[in-house]
């Protein structure tokens, strides 16, 4: 019998972890808390398992989150309901089958059936989620900072700095978190479960030879950090997992706290953003070295009309976008495909299916739509890359001046 795509229930949730372990190559032992303890509990109805005969083959979880769109000039970003991909396996035995494809039909039609307008995710690699209409929508950088080279050009606002222990810092940290984001697109809200099994989550077990991880905290930002040996030389690594502020002035303060602990010769970070102002701040900008840039968010559109119009513009402008379909058919028929017009202005925006024999402005893959969502990349840019068809004068232009965001779309949170 072929295999079957199907929610687990409630007796399986062992099963399923040690399912999810296989893929990633990092089996999971029988014992019933090590299956568990690893991850946020998704929803029951949203947590999927491939079955060939009475194995499970394959995992996928969907957890029902927030993503922030752009939103108004100096103002807080809407925030919109997101159906976050995550666990996505098929065993070695069964791959290439077409079961990816499966579990990603299933979890789709059920995200549109709830009313998400977008889907999102991190990708093990790249090449996987474009076929099923992913774009990136968010991009992180690797730094490597030398702290000895870590003067500031200006000097820092003070701020008074303390180290708080793992309960204190799950009551402290989430209002700080949401004060903090608030503003930025691509930003993933952290639910309990995220604070408890993602963020704060420190078993020794899972550490690889770091240290615990330590919480500094101020009034208005924290950062967490872990330590570790380097093995070529005497000092020692951080490693800066989350830095998070309210402001410029407190990120400042806590970059320089960072960078004046003893002991370490190395600081490295991610996920950080492309566009830092800690280069700025650094007197000698060579001292913020950049090892990577990743994608990090992926997101899919499910709903057009409605992601369009939940975002805010800082222009007006009207434009209609032929959306093509995704390689890799998912959704019959999918909502995100077609012509949209987007009718959009500083004080609100519109967007809807196109009428009938309505001619486009821009012809664009589903991934861009995405793309283009958070103004994680210009129009133009993807045009040159031979990804978005300009149909009509001009409107490149148009979009590049419509989509752009301030600041650029960046998230923090895994999933
Ligand atoms: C990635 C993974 C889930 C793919 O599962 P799968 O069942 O083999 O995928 P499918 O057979 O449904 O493939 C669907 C399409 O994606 C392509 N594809 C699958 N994995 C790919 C990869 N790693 N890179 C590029 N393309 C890939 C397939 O070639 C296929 O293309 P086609 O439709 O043109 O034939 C599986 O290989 C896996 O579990 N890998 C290890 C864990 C992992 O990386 N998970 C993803 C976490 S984000």
Redesign the pocket.
Known sequence: MAPRVRPITAEEWTAWGRSVGV???HPVSDDPADAEQHWERPPLERTWAIVDGNRFV?NAAVLTRRVNLPGPAGGPCPAVPMAA????????T???????????EAMLTDAVARGEPVAG?????A???G?FGFGVATFAARRRIDPRRGAFARPAPEAEVRLLDPAEAATTLPGIFERAVARTPGQVDRTEGSWTWEVLHDPPALRNGRSAQFHAVTDDGYVLYRAERVAHRDGRRLRVTDLCATSPEAEAALWRFVLGIDLVDEVEAFPRPVVDPLAHRLADLRALGTTGIEDFLWLRVLDPPSALSSRSYRRGGRLVLEVEPP??ATLDPDPAVGRFVLDASPEGAIARPALPGRGADLRLGLPDLATLLVGAVPASILAAAGRVAELTAGSLTTADGLFATQPPPFDATGF
Not at 85 to 92: I, R
Not at 121 to 125: D, G, T
């Open positions: 893929p990633f190559l394959g991909v995550t666990a996505v396996g098929v065993h070695p069964h791959r290439r089958r077409g079961l990816l494809r499966r579990l990603m995710l991190q990708a093990s690699e090449g996987i989620y076929r390689e890799a």
